[in-house]
């Protein structure tokens, strides 16, 4: 177990509740994904589980080492890379941050540079690169710490399509080289039963665990798996769980 939620309240000022009673577990090199409507505190539940915002009430338990520097990475839908570096200083800068030289830091870099796919563009500036580039570069910039956890909030939901599919199956094999848990939030129910091991799904207003769903491990996540009858079934029953949440709570 590498994090654990113990009936968590999120409440911000003026009484507005984010999160109700949530509860649930993320393990070692776990692939977790959440689904929910806007509004569901999808967001409230990575800072918290960063160590970036406190619950109100309730417990959040870490393993020891979430603490050390680095063992936590955030990717933003928005890539916020520097536009005056390059794709290799972008990398760089949490190591930098960290007192790692550049020199130090090479090696590191331009192994991440062949996992992501970016050896021939390390001196470009962002400006240079097509957004899914961009978000690779903020991928590995994140990964460039060798993080425990990495934390995902809707990183592919600026991208078309095509892009944010390939990403998505890249995630996947970079997740099983790095050997990380990932907690990524998305708003695409077919992207988180396809990434997921397990799905949980949110309710809103205020946040709360309505479902969650184990996804069984296929021989590959392809396009065979997403025209399968389990693939299809569980996308639809996210959506139903979701739709009837929601009509329960405009009448509540």
Do not use: Y
């Given at each position: 177990?590498?994090?654990?939620?113990?009936?968590?309240?999120?409440?911000?000022?003026?009484?507005?509740?984010?999160?109700?009673?949530?509860?649930?577990?993320?393990?070692?090199?776990?692939?977790?994904?959440?689904?929910?409507?806007?509004?569901?505190?999808?967001?409230?539940?990575?800072?918290?589980?960063?160590?970036?915002?406190?619950?109100?009430?309730?417990?959040?338990?870490?393993?020891?080492?979430?603490?050390?520097?680095?063992?936590?990475?955030?990717?933003?839908?928005?890539?916020?890379?520097?536009?005056?570096?390059?794709v290799f200083d972008n990398i760089w800068l949490p190591l930098r941050l960290a007192g790692v030289s550049r020199a130090q830091s090479v090696a590191r870099i331009h192994s991440l540079l062949d996992v992501v796919g970016l050896?021939?563009?390390?001196?470009?500036?962002?400006?240079?690169?097509?957004?899914?580039?961009?978000?690779?570069?903020?991928?590995?910039?994140?990964?460039?710490?060798?993080?425990?956890?990495?934390?995902?909030?809707?990183?592919?939901?600026?991208?078309?399509?095509?892009?944010?599919?390939?990403?998505?199956?890249?995630?996947?094999?970079?997740?099983?080289?790095?050997?990380?848990?990932?907690?990524?939030?998305?708003?695409?129910?077919?992207?988180?039963?396809?990434?997921?091991?397990?799905?949980?799904?949110?309710?809103?207003?205020?946040?709360?665990?309505?479902?969650?769903?184990?996804?069984?491990?296929?021989?590959?996540?392809?396009?065979?798996?997403?025209?399968?009858?389990?693939?299809?079934?569980?996308?639809?029953?996210?959506?139903?769980?979701?739709?009837?949440?929601?009509?329960?709570?405009?009448?509540?």
């Open positions: 177990m590498l994090l654990q939620f113990e009936q968590v309240n999120r409440t911000f000022p003026e009484q507005r509740a984010a999160l109700d009673h949530v509860s649930f577990s993320l393990h070692t090199n776990e692939f977790l994904t959440i689904v929910g409507p806007s509004g569901c505190g999808k967001s409230t539940l990575l800072k918290l589980a960063s160590g970036l915002d406190q619950p109100t009430s309730g417990r959040i338990t870490r393993d020891g080492a979430l603490g050390a520097s680095g063992s936590v990475a955030f990717v933003f839908q928005d890539a916020t890379l520097m536009p005056w570096a390059s050896a021939d563009v390390a001196m470009l500036r962002p400006a240079q690169l097509s957004g899914g580039m961009r978000m690779r570069v903020s991928i590995a910039r994140a990964m460039v710490t060798r993080p425990r956890l990495l934390l995902m909030d809707e990183p592919f939901g600026s991208l078309d399509d095509f892009t944010r599919k390939r990403l998505g199956q890249d995630l996947l094999r970079w997740w099983r080289q790095e050997k990380m848990s990932v907690m990524l939030v998305t708003h695409q129910l077919s992207e988180a039963v396809l990434l997921g091991q397990r799905v949980i799904a949110m309710g809103a207003r205020p946040g709360r665990i309505i479902e969650v769903i184990k996804v069984p491990e296929p021989a590959s996540r392809d396009q065979e798996f997403m025209s399968s009858p389990f693939f299809l079934q569980t996308v639809n029953r996210l959506g139903d769980v979701i739709e009837a949440d929601s009509r329960q709570g405009s009448v509540r």
